[in-house]
């Protein structure tokens, strides 16, 4: 057994999916399914079971993902702490951050603050959609990770501490006949096509819009694309509107409109529980007392 075959079972029991690991891996579907294989036949045991919905783990398998979710932790922690003792103190601190969202007005300042009293700490920041960046913390491959409460709340090994409130937006096109409509109010959308990121592992996102236009009496037509670009895209061209939220950095562009809608979420910043990283865990602890400070 190898780390490899380690990182693609905890992606897959984090997903539920091959399909959507194998999207979030860049890795082809049989290579995982091979390697999830091999691993079976070496600890003598099923680890999923499969069905035409989704892939869920076996007795056998959640007892191997808690384990390995042990041990991927002290892993990082004794490479931190060999390190030390070698006198290898760089190290990169990688963030992962919400696809679509903006947060350059403080992140950029608490960013520079860290390095100046952190000179030996290379930070980078990467986008990920919601269940790609809670597999990626899970999976040692993130840090820290800013996103939606509801991306961490499922998971006993994440740590984590809300930081800001996003209140959700409509968001259509400025080109849309609708758009020109005195005292628009969301309600005018209700025949429109509501866009959305794909997903393939439950029905969260779904819930997610119908909630935010349940007030509005609207039950959205959704149409899946295949991540937040390509759903804003759609809205750009005029061939829908979407649900995101105030810190979506494409509430700049020219073309898009939106309107505030009366739900919220809160903003989580997030971590390993069992992580001894200290600059990971001062990081950690800067970023909420800064939000705090706006």
Known sequence: MNDLQIDYFMAVATNSSFTKTSEELFVSQPAISKQIALMEKELGVKLFIRNNKRTELTEAGRRYYDFFSRYKAEMGNIKHEVSELEGVTSQT??????????????????????????????????????????????????????????????????????????????????????????????????????????????????????????????????????????????????????????????????????????EAEYVSVAIIKSSTNDEVRELYQIIKDAVQGL
């Open 93 to 262: 601190i990688t963030v992962g951050i919400l696809e679509g969202w903006d947060f350059s007005p403080w992140l950029t300042r608490v960013i520079k603050e860290f390095r100046d009293s952190h000179g030996y700490v290379d930070i980078i920041i990467n986008y990920y959609g919601a269940k790609e960046l809670s597999t990626m913390l899970l999976t040692d491959e993130v840090n820290l990770a800013i996103s939606l409460k509801s991306t961490f709340d499922s998971f006993a090994e994440i740590e984590s501490s809300n930081i800001l409130t996003a209140r959700k937006k409509l968001i259509y096109c400025k080109y849309n006949p609708i758009a020109s409509k005195a005292e628009l109010s969301p309600e005018d959308f209700v025949n429109e096509k509501f866009f959305a990121p794909w997903s393939i592992m439950d029905d969260s996102i779904v819930k997610s819009i119908n909630t935010s236009m349940q007030p509005y009496g609207i039950r959205p037509n959704i149409q899946f694309v295949n991540n937040f670009e390509s759903m804003v895209n759609c809205v750009r061209y005029n061939l829908g509107v979407a649900i995101c939220d105030e810190y979506t950095g494409y509430l700049k562009d020219a073309n898009i409109g939106a309107l505030d809608l009366i």
